[in-house]
């Protein structure tokens, strides 16, 4: 089993939708959790990062942890075309082993006008 | 300004060739990593530098050589280039937060 399992998609939802993306993963001492939004031909880009369980938010996106089921989320409000990417989400250990992120293979979101 | 920079942006190669990628930061990050993107686009890490130090060393083919001359940049040979090879590489660098570079594509005919 892969520490982090994410379904790979593709996923195209209409212009306006709310948008959910999820993760779960196997490894119980993970306490850092990342969504990054990568678009074609280009870099992972931060979205957005939260510690241990709970809710964050940042304009029209909220990322979400539930570490007793071990499921990570990122819903988007009011979905918009160039919200059309490929979602990563990610997970490391806090203290030394947080040198690596572990990432999940990532959903492909297309947002139709 | 650029955080994470690579270069180059493309890189195309015949096999058996040998070559460089090279990645800068000015973050003032103590980590860096070298990661390759396959066509399905999963990110799998090749290497973590810590202020210069190897720390991470993922199960990648012994042609595959990091060096770090500096905490600000870490650089990627790859000697005897294969097929296999072509890939998107990305450089990152992580403080609290990790940020990725632009990639590199390389393509090795």
């Known amino acids: 089993q892969k520490e982090v399992e994410q379904d790979p998609g593709p996923l195209s939802v209409p212009e306006g939708a709310i948008v959910s993306l999820n993760c779960t993963y196997s490894?119980?001492?993970?306490?850092?959790f990342m969504w990054y939004r990568q678009y074609s031909r280009k870099g992972p880009e931060l979205l957005m990062y939260?510690?241990?369980?709970g809710n964050k938010e940042d304009g029209r996106f909220t990322a979400q942890v539930d570490k007793s089921s071990k499921y990570i989320s990122l819903f988007i409000r009011d979905s918009q075309p160039s919200d059309s990417a490929t979602y990563l989400c990610a997970s490391s250990y806090s203290g030394a082993g947080s040198y690596q992120l572990t990432f999940g293979k990532g959903t492909k979101l297309s947002v139709i006008p | 300004d650029t955080a994470v920079s690579q270069t180059p942006k493309y890189l195309v190669t015949q096999m058996g060739n040998d070559k460089s990628i090279k990645c800068e930061q000015n973050?003032?990050?103590?980590?860096m990593y070298w990661y390759k993107q396959d066509s399905k686009k999963f990110l799998k890490i090749m290497f973590s530098y810590n202020n210069k130090e190897l720390i991470i060393n993922e199960t990648v083919p012994n042609r595959f050589s990091p060096k770090s001359p500096d905490k600000a940049h870490l650089n990627l040979h790859i000697n005897s280039l294969e097929l296999g090879d072509s890939a998107v590489y990305f450089c990152?660098?992580?403080?609290?937060?990790?940020?990725f570079g632009p990639g590199t594509r390389l393509t090795v005919l």
């Open positions: 490894n119980s001492a993970f306490q850092y």
């Open positions: 973050l003032g990050h103590d980590t």
């Open positions: 990152a660098s992580r403080g609290t937060e990790q940020f």
């Open positions: 939260t510690y241990s369980s």
